[in-house]
């Protein structure tokens, strides 16, 4: 069965570097989308991305966070400059299209990012 | 704007007992979609349902059951006969268009079930 796979699953890194999370999509879905879970909390949506662009983000995905999709299955998440509250569950999803009955957003196992 | 509440934060039951988790949702768009998700210790979400704002019909998967109302806004989730391994976090979330093209999900702040063996 198709699915949703990230890497690393597990990053460490020091306040202030940059770090980019990986994804890769189910190969014949359109629809990407980045969510995060702060330990303890709730999954909140961060952006989606659709035909090489982001066709929405939340108030959360400001200008240290930026997506790509650099060469047609890998979608990433790079955070410029991390920071202390970055540290969180960072959840990939793919959809087979935006609405209507195939919906459905399949989540990766996540990446535990870790900022110290 | 969309919303879901879950104002269950944790609910313990033993073994064998029947759980209810609480959902309750707003939107002001007529087509949306409605799902649960579990949360096991290991962090994967893992999906369980979806229905259609169209679909208010009732929905039992197994030991699972759904009541989608609209009337109420609400789309609670039933365990019957709980076991050890239905320990989790359990989201309820919605969809609905955004406006902007896409689909996000909006997710409640979940309900921590422990099933005491």
């Known amino acids: 069965e198709p699915e949703v796979t990230q890497t690393p699953s597990h990053q460490v890194t020091q306040m202030g570097q940059e770090v980019i999370l990986r994804c890769v999509p189910i190969s014949n879905h359109l629809y990407f989308y980045w969510y995060r879970q702060i330990l303890g909390q709730k999954v909140e949506f961060l952006v989606s991305?659709?035909?090489?662009?982001?066709?929405?983000k939340s108030e959360i995905f400001d200008d240290q966070f930026s997506v790509e999709r650099p060469d047609g299955s890998n979608f990433t998440l790079k955070i410029r400059s991390t920071k202390l509250e970055d540290s969180a569950m960072y959840f990939c999803?793919?959809?087979?299209?935006?609405?209507?009955?195939?919906?459905?957003?399949?989540f990766g196992p996540g990446t535990r990012l870790t900022v110290l | 704007a969309q919303k879901v509440t879950q104002a269950q934060t944790e609910i313990s039951v033993v073994e064998k007992e029947d759980v209810t988790l609480d959902c309750v949702y707003e939107t002001r768009d007529t087509t949306y979609y409605l799902f649960w998700y579990k949360q096991p210790p290991s962090g994967e979400l893992v999906f369980l349902i979806r229905r259609n704002s169209f679909d208010e019909q009732n929905e039992i998967s197994g030991r699972y059951s759904w009541n989608f109302q609209k009337s109420t806004s609400s789309f609670n989730f039933t365990i019957t006969a709980s076991q050890v391994v239905d320990s989790a976090v359990y989201f309820c979330?919605?969809?609905?268009?955004?406006?902007?093209?896409?689909?996000?999900?909006?997710f409640g702040k979940g309900t921590k079930l422990s099933v005491i063996p």
């Open positions: 979330a919605l969809s609905a268009y955004s406006g902007a093209g896409s689909y996000q999900l909006t």
């Open positions: 999803a793919s959809s087979e299209v935006g609405g209507g009955a195939l919906n459905e957003q399949f």
């Open positions: 991305f659709y035909n090489n662009e982001i066709s929405e």
